[in-house]
């Protein structure tokens, strides 16, 4: 398997990819670690004219913690990220759900900025975009604009962002203290596609569910605590929004199944969340 | 934030039809080669550069078979363009030989020892993946081990073998035996 003809281009900065990418319209793809896309131009299943690497733009390469947010730029990896000594503190799910994503091969180049642009309804990066109450950042040529996760995603590999806009930067809100956090997946093996994945967050009010791989995005419910506990009504609400989440069988598994999962992890990993508030 | 600006690329773009010059240093030697941009850097090197040691399994990145170092970090070559490698550091399996006087390392020669290969088809990139890990984790527990493995397909050994000779080689090898009957190789 072979990618069809593109001519390259490797930016200097990202106002010549941006450029680029708005002269070249919908012919025109962004590569950075390029670990999903590599492997759709090897099948063929997308045939850019133009590939524009922002893979070695340092202004894309900012990985910082400030006024609240962790921002990762376009251009930094799932490794460095899961490197960062600080993150378990900062982003404590991203931690736990990182190890997840693909192989440590893979996230040695693979970013999560691409992994969002990218949209895989079970992947682990934008599940926990959502779950955290992140955000995308979006820059053409012209303007800049920030667009909540919970917004970002339309479908399977559909988001809000335009043909000329790349994904700059996503932003997970640092965790606040009190809150809990835990992550959990099953595959078919570590490092496949989740067939269900489910991140928790309680802070001091609410319980969160996000849940990936069953829904054509990854989609978040939250309920109230009840007496600082979990709703004595969970197993209901988990039900209900296990129906609403509407799976589909496929080859790894039934939608029957999917909804057992939903039950079933997401209630672990919301006792898990719950007892690990600090 | 760096503000917006809007002009023209100053960047060449490198032409579909065009073979252009890609230089690397492969194990330590400087090499050039010549690349469509769409050539993986996996064909560059065994077709370019004449590197056959380096494997071609799914291309899609799922097998692992093609793990290559760039700049000392364990990649998939076939997830990699040749014209993404231009003025980068390669290392294949050749080089481990190479740069131990041209005899096995002492993780090859684990590998020898433990029956960690049959067809071999996958153990050039599970070498490469391994020296790259090894330097930054010289002491892996075995689940650690078996978690980075999870990123190779081998379809011969049920990964006991590569299990001991790891062990072995970073001498942990009292918690494993030499050889065992019938181990479950689940990765």
């Known amino acids: ?278 | 934030m760096p503000p917006l600006t809007s002009r023209p690329p100053t960047t060449p773009v490198l032409a579909a039809e065009t073979r252009h010059a890609v230089s690397v240093v492969l194990n330590g030697t400087p090499r050039t080669g010549h690349a469509h941009p769409r050539l993986l850097l996996s064909d560059f090197l065994r077709h370019e550069l004449g590197a056959h040691g380096t494997r071609v399994g799914c291309e899609h990145g799922v097998c692992g078979a093609c793990t290559v170092r760039l700049d000392g970090v364990a990649v998939r070559a076939c997830l990699t363009l040749a014209v993404q490698a231009d003025g980068r550091r390669i290392d294949t399996v050749e080089g481990l030989a190479a740069a131990n006087q041209g005899r096995m390392t002492a993780l090859q020669e684990a590998f020898r020892r433990h029956h960690a290969l049959q067809c071999g088809f996958c153990t050039a990139g599970i070498l490469m993946s391994l020296t790259d890990y090894l330097g930054r984790n010289p002491k892996p527990t075995e689940e650690e081990l078996r978690d980075m493995l999870s990123g190779h397909l081998c379809r011969c050994t049920g990964y006991a073998g590569i299990v001991r000779a790891v062990m072995d080689v970073t001498g942990q090898a009292g918690g494993v035996p030499a050889r065992g009957p019938a181990e479950g190789g689940h990765v």
Request: hydrophobic residues 45%.
């Open chain 1, 1 to 278: 398997m072979k990618p069809a003809s593109f001519d390259y281009l490797r930016p200097a900065t990202v106002a010549d990819a941006l450029a680029a990418l708005a002269a070249g319209g919908d012919d025109a793809r962004v590569i950075a670690g390029g670990q999903s896309l590599m492997p759709m131009l090897n099948m063929r299943l997308v045939q850019p004219r133009l590939l524009i690497d922002l893979g070695r733009l340092e202004e894309l390469r900012s990985l910082r913690a400030e006024d609240g947010w962790l921002t990762v730029g376009a251009a930094v990896t799932q490794a460095e990220v899961l490197a960062r000594p600080t993150l378990a503190r900062e982003v404590p799910l991203l931690a736990a759900a990182l190890p997840w994503v693909g192989h440590v091969q893979t996230r040695n180049r693979g970013t999560l900025c691409g992994s969002v642009a990218h949209a895989d309804p079970s992947a682990e990066t934008p599940l926990c975009l959502v779950a955290s109450g992140g955000e995308v950042v979006l820059r053409n040529a012209k303007r800049r604009r920030t667009v909540p996760a919970a917004d970002f995603f339309l479908g399977p590999l559909t988001t809000v962002k335009a043909a000329d806009e790349i994904v700059e930067s996503v932003r997970f809100p640092l965790a606040r203290p009190g809150s809990g956090h835990a992550f959990r997946e099953v595959s078919m093996r570590h490092g496949d596609f989740a067939i269900t994945a489910c991140a928790a967050t309680v802070d001091g009010e609410r319980a969160s569910l996000a849940v990936g791989g069953v829904a054509d995005r990854p989609t978040l419910r939250s309920w109230p605590l009840t007496a600082g506990g979990l709703p004595p009504d969970l197993d209901d609400a988990l039900n209900a929004f296990a129906w609403d989440l509407g799976g589909d069988d496929d080859q790894h598994a039934t939608a029957r199944y999917r909804r057992d999962l939903v039950r079933r992890i997401g209630r672990t990993v919301l006792e898990e969340a719950l007892s690990c508030r600090r």
